[in-house]
């Protein structure tokens, strides 16, 4: 079983930048999808991005251009650099992992997950 800890969360104004990680333990992930899914009060929860073992990523089409995820291998870690925040980002961010179809990465439907990390971005 994997465990994954996000970490870097918090509240920023409107056009700022967060840097979130998630440090996964437990087993080996440089050959899991990894991905960052999010959580709006009263929302299902909702899909941002997601890196295959080699590099490729994919992203949901509202926070293309301002997102990126990237991994290190090497430290089991996984990044979301968030640029040009708006307040409808804001909501629990979620660390997911698992060895899952790339066309199925962007369901909520990975093995493990972490605990979430709250960003709040304000107007």
């Known amino acids: 079983q994997v465990q994954l800890v996000e970490s870097g969360g918090g509240l920023v104004q409107a056009g700022g930048s967060l840097r979130l990680s998630c440090a996964a333990s437990g087993r080996t992930v440089s050959s899991y999808t990894m991905a960052w899914f999010r959580q709006a009060p009263g929302k299902e929860r909702e899909f941002v991005a997601a890196i295959k073992s080699g590099g490729t990523t994919n992203y949901r089409d509202s926070v293309k251009g301002r997102f990126t995820i990237s991994r290190d291998n090497a430290k089991s870690t996984v990044y979301l650099q968030m640029n040009s925040l708006k307040p409808e980002d804001t909501a629990v961010y979620y660390c997911?992992?698992?060895?899952?179809?790339?066309?199925?990465?962007?369901?909520?439907?990975?093995?493990?997950w972490g605990q979430g990390t709250q960003v709040t971005v304000s107007s």
């Open positions: 997911a992992a698992g060895l899952i179809a790339w066309t199925v990465a962007d369901r909520p439907s990975f093995a493990s």
